[in-house]
């Protein structure tokens, strides 16, 4: 149903729907008071001209009755972008557990003789999606303090827990450069706090004079990535036209454009071709800091089948708390990782199918089941991914029974709060609104797609459980539209509108975010400078 037949028939049939939903729920253990402006606040919202033969669906529910409180078009089958995340970290918290860890190795390929190992180093990942740099220098700090000083053959890098496709079915060959897009391994490096894994990141300095070549460095150091062209310095005040990109299946970087002479230095994000490989690279780099030489120093995949003996091993942090940055920070990394790492423990094989199998069967224990919906990644990169409001509702409302619940509430965004890993997607969005620090919800965004799931209290101290999805549009991306949802929840009413067929009184108020309401191929490409 368009938006355009919503404004025909919303103000008789739709009135009637949650007038007869709310009666049919008056059994139910305190129900939350019926709403009678409901319907036609949120048909107000939803008649934003931006939605013009687009396809919104929406439900809202009693989170503690189940009660239905609204709902249009919750049956859909709708693009849900990063929304799916809330299922597969929900399905690897059931599954995994919330204490599961992931644990990375470095074993010996060979025999030691005093400070000579005869053989090769094996750095064998364990599905560390949160793997930093640093980790890998305590590591390398473990094999010099066993007194390890020279290796006769060569750093083997075994990402080899999981299977070898790197990249989820359906992803975007024109988004394999950047961040939000990385290639899936067992063994893989974040070189930053936000595990934004199988990254380097790139920084621009631009030189003392004007007409200086800027300055470039990588960080990881041993990133494997062949420099191309430059990147000038211009005048001071000179637009910003620098740019870095990583040319496709090569490591390799085009530089060109020019920095402002005096202008703060720029830094790109650009993902890595083969990432077991790359760690491993970054491995030997800190075993080289910490006297321990390698012979070989070229760095070659492993083969799985390698016979080793343990030496030194590192632990994530539980699952409980990695999935914070996946969730507010909406990590596609991290969600592959859970997905591919479901599969190997629950089912022997580290692949997007026995993963997704897994997480459907999780999603049929807890009878959140109809319509079947399609599934193909865990981060929902995908457009192949189809979900229903009404499923996501459904999860909303199963997931409270669970012990891991409070952890995965909490990792959720929280609308209007600055901190970062508090508000994440949500940071700068409802601010100043009843929604900011209430709704906690998730968001999914791509061109095309805004989507919005979670949780909001309403003044009168109901816990609701909500789902709005809007999918093809064209045009600006219309955050205020799902924000107005969000806001009026929180709010318990709704100031009238002079102009129901664009209603600017039922937008969303000013966010305080200075970033543009354009289109967007992924909700952080604003940041990349990739809209």
């Given at each position: 149903?368009?938006?355009?037949?919503?404004?025909?028939?919303l103000?008789l049939?739709?009135?009637?729907l949650?007038?007869?939903?709310?009666?049919?729920?008056?059994?139910?253990?305190?129900?939350?008071?019926a709403?009678?402006?409901l319907?036609?606040?949120?048909?107000?919202?939803?008649?934003?001209?931006r939605?013009?033969?687009?396809q919104?669906?929406?439900?809202?529910?009693?989170a503690?009755?189940?009660?239905?409180?609204?709902?249009?078009?919750p049956?859909?089958?709708?693009?849900?972008?990063?929304?799916l995340?809330?299922?597969?970290?929900?399905?690897?918290?059931?599954?995994?557990?919330?204490?599961?860890?992931?644990?990375?190795?470095v074993?010996?390929?060979?025999?030691?003789h005093?400070?000579?190992?005869v053989?090769?180093?094996l750095?064998?990942?364990?599905?560390?999606p949160?793997?930093?740099?640093?980790d890998?220098d305590?590591?390398?700090?473990?094999?010099?303090?066993s007194?390890?000083?020279?290796?006769t053959g060569?750093?083997?890098?075994?990402?080899t827990?999981?299977?070898?496709?790197p990249?989820?079915?359906?992803?975007?060959?024109d988004?394999q450069?950047?961040?939000?897009?990385?290639?899936?391994?067992g063994?893989?490096?974040?070189?930053?706090?936000?595990y934004?894994?199988?990254?380097?990141?790139?920084?621009?300095t631009?030189?003392?004079?004007?007409?200086?070549?800027?300055?470039?460095?990588?960080?990881?150091?041993e990133?494997?990535?062949?420099?191309?062209?430059?990147?000038?310095?211009?005048?001071?005040?000179s637009?910003t036209?620098?740019?870095?990109?990583?040319?496709?299946?090569?490591?390799?970087?085009?530089?060109n454009?020019?920095?402002?002479?005096?202008?703060?230095?720029?830094?790109?994000w650009?993902?890595?071709?083969?990432?077991?490989?790359?760690?491993?690279?970054?491995?030997?780099?800190?075993?080289?800091?910490?006297?321990?030489?390698?012979?070989?120093?070229?760095?070659?995949?492993?083969?799985?089948?390698?016979?080793?003996?343990?030496?030194?091993?590192?632990?994530?942090?539980?699952?409980?708390?990695?999935?914070?940055?996946?969730l507010?920070l909406?990590?596609?990394g991290?969600?592959?990782?859970?997905?591919?790492?479901?599969?190997?423990?629950?089912a022997?094989q580290?692949?997007w199918?026995?993963?997704?199998?897994?997480i459907?069967?999780?999603?049929?224990?807890?009878s959140?089941?109809?319509?079947?919906?399609?599934?193909?990644d865990?981060?929902?990169l995908?457009?192949?991914?189809?979900?229903?409001?009404?499923k996501?509702?459904?999860?909303?409302?199963?997931a409270?029974?669970?012990?891991?619940?409070?952890?995965?509430?909490?990792a959720l965004?929280?609308?209007?709060?600055?901190?970062?890993?508090?508000?994440?997607?949500?940071?700068?969005?409802?601010?100043?609104?009843?929604?900011?620090n209430?709704?906690?919800?998730?968001?999914?965004?791509?061109?095309?797609?805004?989507?919005?799931?979670?949780?909001?209290t309403?003044?009168?101290?109901?816990?609701?459980?909500?789902?709005a999805m809007?999918n093809n549009f064209?045009?600006?991306?219309?955050?205020g539209i799902?924000?107005?949802?969000?806001?009026?929840?929180?709010?318990?009413?709704?100031?009238?509108?002079?102009?129901?067929?664009?209603?600017r009184?039922?937008?969303?108020?000013?966010?305080?975010?200075?970033?543009?309401?354009?289109?967007?191929r992924?909700?952080?490409?604003e940041?990349?400078?990739?809209?």
């Amino acid at each position: 149903m368009t938006a355009r037949l919503q404004r025909r028939t919303l103000p008789l049939a739709a009135v009637m729907l949650a007038a007869s939903l709310l009666v049919g729920s008056a059994q139910a253990d305190t129900p939350a008071p019926a709403d009678p402006t409901l319907t036609t606040d949120l048909g107000a919202i939803l008649a934003d001209a931006r939605l013009t033969n687009a396809q919104a669906g929406v439900q809202i529910i009693d989170a503690d009755t189940g009660q239905v409180l609204y709902q249009h078009q919750p049956d859909a089958l709708l693009t849900p972008a990063s929304t799916l995340k809330t299922v597969t970290s929900a399905a690897a918290l059931e599954l995994l557990g919330a204490d599961h860890r992931f644990t990375t190795e470095v074993r010996t390929a060979g025999n030691v003789h005093g400070p000579v190992l005869v053989g090769d180093l094996l750095l064998r990942g364990g599905g560390d999606p949160s793997l930093r740099p640093g980790d890998l220098d305590d590591l390398a700090a473990r094999v010099a303090n066993s007194g390890i000083t020279t290796v006769t053959g060569r750093v083997l890098a075994d990402g080899t827990r999981y299977d070898s496709t790197p990249y989820g079915p359906g992803w975007a060959w024109d988004d394999q450069p950047y961040s939000y897009s990385p290639q899936i391994s067992g063994l893989t490096v974040a070189p930053d706090s936000e595990y934004t894994m199988d990254t380097v990141q790139v920084t621009v300095t631009p030189g003392a004079n004007p007409g200086d070549d800027a300055r470039v460095s990588l960080s990881p150091a041993e990133a494997p990535m062949q420099l191309n062209g430059k990147i000038t310095t211009g005048a001071a005040g000179s637009t910003t036209t620098a740019d870095v990109e990583r040319r496709r299946s090569v490591n390799s970087l085009d530089l060109n454009g020019s920095l402002p002479s005096g202008a703060a230095p720029v830094t790109f994000w650009q993902t890595v071709e083969d990432p077991a490989v790359y760690t491993g690279d970054v491995f030997a780099g800190a075993l080289e800091r910490h006297g321990v030489h390698v012979i070989h120093n070229d760095v070659r995949a492993a083969t799985g089948t390698e016979d080793t003996q343990p030496l030194a091993s590192h632990d994530s942090a539980p699952l409980s708390e990695l999935v914070v940055p996946m969730l507010k920070l909406s990590n596609n990394g991290m969600a592959e990782h859970l997905t591919k790492e479901i599969g190997k423990v629950k089912a022997g094989q580290g692949t997007w199918t026995a993963g997704i199998t897994q997480i459907k069967n999780f999603l049929v224990a807890n009878s959140i089941t109809t319509p079947a919906g399609r599934q193909v990644d865990g981060s929902g990169l995908s457009r192949y991914d189809l979900i229903t409001p009404a499923k996501m509702t459904g999860l909303l409302k199963a997931a409270q029974t669970k012990p891991w619940y409070q952890a995965w509430y909490n990792a959720l965004p929280v609308a209007g709060n600055p901190d970062r890993l508090v508000g994440g997607t949500l940071a700068n969005r409802m601010r100043g609104t009843a929604a900011a620090n209430n709704v906690h919800a998730k968001t999914g965004s791509m061109s095309g797609v805004d989507n919005l799931t979670g949780y909001v209290t309403t003044p009168d101290g109901h816990h609701l459980a909500f789902t709005a999805m809007l999918n093809n549009f064209t045009g600006p991306v219309p955050h205020g539209i799902l924000d107005a949802i969000a806001v009026r929840l929180a709010t318990g009413h709704q100031a009238p509108s002079s102009s129901p067929a664009a209603p600017r009184s039922l937008a969303a108020p000013s966010t305080g975010s200075t970033a543009p309401d354009t289109g967007t191929r992924w909700e952080d490409c604003e940041s990349l400078h990739r809209c």
